[in-house]
């Protein structure tokens, strides 16, 4: 048994010593200049692209309802970082955002998108379109605008039928009369 205890505690001692020359070497794979670029890399982290639009509205103006419109949304990179728009959507289907690049927009320079109206609603109309970008907010928001009148193409729908129409929905539906007991014992009693 003796021969059997010296050899556990060589074995315990080797592992020791291989445990602990392992762990020398990975401090000793911590470099200087790991450190600087690990400090580099956390420095540039915190830097962001900053999308700058020429106008944050485009007003139309007043359209006839159903005229196809398009304007052109011009933008450049102002912050310290390549700029990257992942997605430009709209509010609804009747405004269409499109022709924008998905490549890396570096800082200082240009770039633009069009947006496209189909003329759809009455009276006035907002809608918003968002442009998704690695920006520090990740979302810019541009609106359109316009005042669209009514189509002079419609069908026209007699007064008289507007009225009665207005009427039956602004009717009351007749309420059914309930009549209870208030004598005692016959509380929630209805008698018809």
């Not at 189909?118 to 990740?138: I, L, M, S, Y």
């Not at 605008?145 to 002079?152: E, L, T, V, Y």
Request: glycine residues 6%; positive net charge.
């Amino acid at each position: 048994m003796n021969i059997m205890k010296k050899v556990l505690f060589g074995l315990g001692a080797l592992c020791l010593i291989a445990f602990t020359s392992c762990k020398e070497d990975a401090t000793s794979k911590v470099k200087a200049e790991n450190v600087a670029e690990a400090a580099k890399r956390d420095a540039n982290s915190t830097k962001f692209p900053v999308l700058e639009f020429d106008k944050s509205e485009h007003d139309f103006g007043e359209l006839e309802s159903k005229t196809n419109v398009e304007t052109v949304f011009s933008y450049t990179n102002t912050g310290d970082a390549p700029l990257v728009i992942t997605n430009i959507s709209s509010s609804c289907g009747c405004t269409i955002p499109k022709d924008w690049s998905r490549e890396p927009l570096a800082a200082g320079k240009d770039g633009k998108f069009t947006v496209k109206f189909n003329g759809a609603g009455n009276g006035n109309v907002t809608k918003t379109v968002t442009v998704t970008a690695n920006t520090e907010k990740g979302r810019e928001v541009v609106r359109i605008k316009a005042f669209i009148k009514p189509n002079p193409n419609a069908p026209q729908i007699p007064a008289s039928v507007n009225l009665q129409t207005a009427a039956k929905k602004a009717a009351p539906a007749a309420a059914k009369v309930v009549k209870s007991s208030t004598q005692p014992g016959h509380e929630g009693h209805n008698h018809d």
